[in-house]
């Protein structure tokens, strides 16, 4: 055993599990992580004061009486804790403040997974196996696609494509079941911006990563919380917060627009010495329609950022962590 292999055994695991309106699946989710913590903790893997902890994100069902029931119930051993947000604030901001949580908490790792059991609580395993080897940052990368419907699997496909031509690393096909060593959370926690993108922040830190294969499940119970209109603005933050691209593309149009109108103006000057009359309106009122419209998108984009700097310059909290369990 290497001496970074020696520093690195049997490390305090948390396991942290964000949760909205997941009352459906939380007590099988529980048991199973469980069941999981207890075998990693047999095999010697990691210390005994390993913990899942579960970041409630300020929801309207039953949700955060299961996550303190688990924290008070003695047959659990003190493995449940949890947080409670003030406020639904959304899926990588609750995300954040669990891994936070875990990182004060003296945690040496942390894995992130989803409540509903669509990550391979059996893929935790080999992420363990691959820090215990050296990695600081494991990503957790689905080897299909299967349980996708085709256009969740279409408008992914072409959500990873545009992120790179864009220029944001992201590791295609990775969700936010990973690994974070309590180095890789250390930098984390200096990332103070409200247009939170953690695929994208994540494979910026650097350090040495690993990746895990696994197949994503269904759905254990309950619905999706995250509707096409989260998706949609998960991808405009992923795109917006990592470049400015999208701007210059607006330059870029905008410049080619004032090239076709003086080619046209050229034309129009030959035409008219040459005595040739234009007559068509059509082509006019087109043109007219269609520069008005790429203005407009122009202007969207443009608003899209000055948006975002607004919300960035209030340097507002971007979560209020209303209780916590021990
Ligand atoms: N989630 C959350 N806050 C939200 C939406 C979702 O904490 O506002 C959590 C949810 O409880 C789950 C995870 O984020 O643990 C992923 O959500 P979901 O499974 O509904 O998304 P999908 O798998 O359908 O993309
Ligand atoms: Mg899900």
Not at 68 to 77: F, S, T
Not at 96 to 105: H, K, T, V
């Amino acid at each position: 055993m290497s001496l970074a292999e020696q520093n690195r055994a049997k490390p305090t695991l948390y396991i942290v599990v964000p949760c909205y309106n997941e009352e459906e699946v939380l007590p099988e989710t529980a048991a199973r992580l469980e069941a999981k913590l207890v075998s990693l903790m047999e095999a010697e893997k990691i210390a005994r004061n390993s913990r899942v902890l579960l970041a409630n994100d300020g929801s309207r069902d039953r949700t955060w009486e299961i996550i303190c029931g688990l924290h008070d119930d003695p047959a659990h051993d003190g493995m449940f804790t949890g947080i409670s947000l003030a406020h639904n604030r959304g899926h990588q901001n609750v995300l954040f403040a669990g891994l936070m949580a875990a990182l004060e908490r003296g945690c040496d790792i942390s894995i992130s997974m989803d409540a509903d059991l669509q990550d391979d609580v059996n893929a935790i395993d080999e992420m363990v196996d691959a820090y215990l080897e050296g990695a600081d940052i494991v990503f957790g990368v689905r080897s299909d696609r299967d349980t996708d419907t085709r256009f969740k699997r279409g408008t992914a496909m072409a959500f990873y494509g545009l992120m790179r031509r864009m220029g944001t690393e992201t590791v295609p096909n990775s969700a936010d079941f990973r690994l974070m060593d309590s180095r890789a959370l250390q930098a984390l926690s200096q990332y103070g911006e409200t247009n939170l993108f953690l695929r994208g922040i994540v494979p910026s830190l650097g350090f040495q990563t690993a990746e895990v294969y696994y197949r994503r499940a269904e759905r254990f119970a309950g619905e999706s919380k995250y509707p096409l209109s989260k998706m949609l603005s998960l991808a405009v933050d992923g795109v917006t917060s990592f470049s400015v691209t999208p701007l210059r593309m607006v330059t870029v149009a905008g410049s080619a627009f004032v090239i076709i109108s003086l080619l046209a103006l050229v034309y129009a000057i030959i035409s008219l010495v040459m005595g040739t009359t234009v007559t068509g309106w059509t082509s006019l009122l087109i043109s007219i329609w269609f520069v008005g419209g790429a203005i407009m998108v122009s202007l969207g984009i443009v608003g899209e950022y000055v948006g975002r700097i607004y919300m960035e310059s209030k340097h507002r909290p971007r979560y209020i962590v209303a209780e916590e369990l021990t």
